[in-house]
């Protein structure tokens, strides 16, 4: 989406209707931001249709329960997806952003003033992670700090790069100025990481074709069920927010959305060479991004925590303002590849990729793997990236995230949809624990719940089913399948060890970084809302590090 630049929150409305001049007041009201009564009641007209929306009402109801039919996600429909007809581009990160060097809990801040990193994000989907890292070096900084950018999606690798204010003119360089003293580098012939992009990029649909494109995916009225059951868990606000995001397309704070119409010109790369939208129909760049951290930026920007995507704004920006003046700051060498993962480890063993940058025998302080371990195992990670593992620094790791395991193992989950959905309760004491803690956090009453007659309709209700896993302890089902794996063998086979309590990121969402390898979540309401309703967090992802054999 376009990002528009601002510095402050102004006030809503446009002062005269009919000769468009904008009030550059700052909005101090809470309904959008208005900066007094008068702009309020002038701006009505237009505010009404979000103020007064369904949406916005404490009885809002899904659509399978105003139109008394059972949802489409029960016994019926089951892909993922609107438009399965083509294969949808993953551009947004679906867990929040990682700062992979966590030096205070590692190498130390003041240690690593004027040390040297070599950082590797080896499927690195979008940019995030890099930029949180580059984020966590200390304020004064002045070591040498290059970086490995790869994926292997060639509309991935070109999205980073254009981030990068490159022109698409210019492809055939393979080394381009950046500001500061460091440079951008890229591995692939302009043809390879230009071809569909760039057909994309030349692309001439009109931006109410794009606008429509969009909405078809986005707004499908095939899958109303679906949204209604992710905005049944939100709160009002968020609701709206959600709402004129996805009608938008625009990443701006609500007030600002006076002024959305002057982007003309749609975002080329979020949609085919022929004009389809090319994400997943619940793609969320809020799944991006740490919530609680999105909050607080937009609290110091002067907003309100109900325009969650006003925040989310404010807080990229802020993150991405950072990483420019760093970049501009400090000696920043990135080099950006389009692999498999598999082939680009094989390289750099070669001493093939970038010699120049990375040297004939390249060590790593982090590899960040994101989740290819649960399609390629972790062995098969370890094998690849292990030998580029910088064995001088003990503090180096190779981070690993697993999404899938769940799956593979029995009793890991207590999710109950699809067979499990008539589950019978008695005699579960332990599933009933869980379900009323669930329900309790999300202000749910559950033995009333349970006394529905139409449980399977009501919406409160697969809000606890979706996040029943949370307080879940499958601490042995984990162990069980990591032994599955072979992690015994680590140690023997790659010099490495699993650590006992992570350091950089925490083993699962809510829990704090170095917990025991066992700890359940701690969190309060608000802190389960902003992670694993509004958030996204899946709540059986689990965040592995492997560092140094001996080192604790």
Known sequence: MPIKSSRDVKCSVLLSCSNSVICNRRGTLTCSNYCSRQCQEAHWSSHKKYCKHPYNRLDWKPAWITENRSPAFVGGDTQSHFGAHWAPEYLWGNTPAVNCLQLEHNEGVLESVDKDFNLCFAASGDIRNMVMTVNGLPDNYEGHCKILLNDRSDLVSTRNILIFRLSPNDVRKKSFPIRGAGSLSIAQSAVKIFGEP????????????????????????????????????????????????????????????????????????????????????????????DVNEVLKTGQAYGLDHADIYGCLFFHVKAQFTEFARRVEKFHIDIHVSQLDAHVASGLLQKGELNPDLFGINPAFDRIETSNIADYAGIPSILQDWSAVLNRENKHAVVLVYLMNWVMKRPGASFSMM??????????????????????????????????????????????????????????????????????????????????????????????????????????????????????????????????LSGIH
């Open 198 to 289: 760039l057909a994309m990029l030349r692309a001439t649909h009109t931006l109410n074709d794009s606008r429509k494109a969009m909405h078809d995916v986005m707004l499908s009225p095939h899958r109303v069920d679906y949204r209604d059951r992710y905005l049944s868990g939100l709160q009002p606000s968020h609701r709206l927010s959600f709402l004129r995001f996805r009608e938008s397309g625009v990443l701006l704070h609500f007030a600002d959305h006076v002024g959305s119409e002057t982007f003309q010109d749609p975002n080329r790369l979020l949609f085919t060479a022929s004009g389809k939208w090319v994400t997943m129909d619940n793609a969320n760049p809020l799944s991006s991004w």
């Open 418 to 547: 699809g067979e499990g959905m008539g589950l019978n309760l008695k005699g579960s004491t332990n599933v009933k624990v869980l379900l009323e803690r669930t329900s309790s956090m999300l202000g749910v009453n559950f033995r009333t719940l349970l006394g529905n007659g139409d449980i399977q309709r009501a919406p409160t209700f697969y809000n606890v089913l979706e996040n029943v896993d949370v307080f879940l302890d499958n601490h042995k089902q984990f162990q069980d399948h990591l032994n599955s794996e072979g992690i015994s063998n680590v140690p023997k086979l790659y010099k490495l060890q699993l650590r006992p309590r992570n350091r950089i990121y925490p083993k699962r969402f809510g829990v704090a970084l170095g917990a025991r390898p066992d700890a359940l979540p701690s969190v309060t309401k608000t802190e389960f809302y902003n992670i694993y309703i509004i958030g996204g967090c899946n709540p059986g992802d689990r965040y592995l590090e492997f560092g």
